[in-house]
């Protein structure tokens, strides 16, 4: 650099001795701004590397990533498991004559709470109040018959008594009365046969309950079989009300759970169980559970079970869905977590936790149901583990963060 700018002054001093012609104003004019150019470059030389050289920077780490982390919730919790179930009626019959004829009066609209004892359907009784008529004067008859019988063997026997009359008159009279006797009782059934039908032309709800639409309408021949040999006409049909099943099924995980906890009790089969509607978030409605099937069904793996539920405020519907409740064991000390720490891990969940050394330490855990919206950890975790709740997205298993301490609410909180 120096024999650069050397080079350039020699050149200037030369310029200077040797004779020149006389310059004119535009030659100065250039000649300054030679200069100033010379100038510029011999500075720009010779600063250069250090204007062009970047600023060496002070080495350093990135800061860890900042997350939130509390201790797990300690609560008691009893067990329990929630499942999905369906309402059926208790009692559902499908109204059917058991007499035909011409179908002369519906007693309801169609969806009404009819009352046991209800006139639901009239068939025209006018043809079975004839055959009762001839069925009771079948019957005057018998009763004449019978009569007469029975005098004819008094006088029979009392002749007999006396030599009068022989041994084979009584017998034959004694055979009359009983042949008008077995009149008399057949004619007793025919009425019996008779008023069965003629009461049955009244079709009657046979309990309390909600009816359906009307199938047949006034005016049309209804088909009736007593035995149902031949095919009767369906009218209606009409479900309880007062009470309700709940039909729900169990896995083979949560029954063998369910027989274990109920076991450790020593009790009975659960009483209690708790139902919320398809619309509500608590459950508010109680029911009692009835029944356990006798054996597991092989393609879905699960069991049925029935529980009975009140319909104390006339919200159950038959087919309506609900979510049952099933208390398994009395409240224990448990531990609960956000369920957005819970990650799955393929087959398995982990929760991520911050070691001392501030280094996120991943553990599987095993996992109850929803309470407050925590979520129940049966095992896998302690007390003590401060559990991440917030920055989750951000952070990796074995990498350094900034925990920061935040109190984990419940849903009620």
Do not use: C
């Amino acid at each position: 650099m120096s024999d650069l700018v050397t080079h350039h002054a020699t050149d200037f001093v030369t310029q200077q001795q040797s004779p020149k012609p006389s310059a004119t104003k535009p030659g100065a004019k250039a000649w300054v701004a030679s200069m100033i150019a010379l100038g510029v470059v011999a500075g720009a030389v010779i600063a250069g590397p250090q204007l062009m050289a970047s600023p060496t920077l002070p080495a350093g780490t990135a800061s860890p990533p900042s997350v939130a982390v509390s201790l797990p919730l300690q609560r008691d919790v009893d067990g329990r498991l929630e499942l999905l179930g369906q309402f059926s009626a208790v009692q559902k019959v499908e109204l059917r004559a058991q007499v035909g004829g011409t179908l002369t009066q519906i007693g309801f609209k169609d969806g009404d709470i009819v009352h046991k004892g209800d006139l639901l359907f009239q068939i025209d009784p006018a043809p079975y109040q004839i055959r009762l008529s001839q069925a009771e004067a079948a019957l005057a008859s018998a009763h004449s018959r019978l009569e007469l019988a029975n005098r004819e063997l008094t006088r029979a026997d009392a002749l007999q008594k006396t030599g009068a009359g022989s041994v084979q008159s009584t017998d034959q009279k004694n055979a009359e009365q009983r042949a008008a006797q077995a009149a008399v009782d057949a004619a007793q059934a025919a009425i019996r046969d008779a008023q069965f039908d003629l009461d049955h032309t009244r079709v009657t709800a046979p309990f309390t309950g909600r009816v359906g639409t009307h199938l047949i309408s006034v005016g049309n021949l209804v088909a009736g079989s007593r035995a149902a040999t031949s095919p009767t006409t369906l009218l209606a049909t009409i479900v309880s009300t007062d009470t309700l099943y709940l039909n729900f099924d169990m896995s083979e995980a949560d029954y063998m759970r369910f027989l274990r906890e109920r076991q450790a009790q020593g009790g009975v089969l659960a009483n209690k169980v708790a139902v919320a509607l398809a619309d509500e978030t608590a459950f508010n409605h109680q029911g009692t559970l009835d029944f356990v099937d006798n054996s597991l069904d092989r393609s879905s793996g699960t069991i049925h079970l029935r529980a009975t539920v009140p319909d104390t405020d006339g919200l159950l519907t038959p087919g309506g869905f609900a979510r049952v409740r099933v208390q398994l064991a009395p409240p224990a000390p448990a531990l609960l977590v956000p369920d957005a720490s819970v990650l799955p891990d393929q087959s398995d969940h982990v929760v991520l936790t911050v070691g001392p050394d501030n280094v996120v330490t991943p553990k599987q855990v095993t996992l109850g149901d929803l309470r407050d919206g925590l979520r129940v950890i049966r095992s896998g975790l302690s007390p003590s583990d401060r559990v991440i709740v917030g920055g989750i997205p951000t952070v990796r298993p074995g990498t350094t963060v900034a925990p920061q301490a935040q109190a984990v609410k419940t849903a009620t909180n």
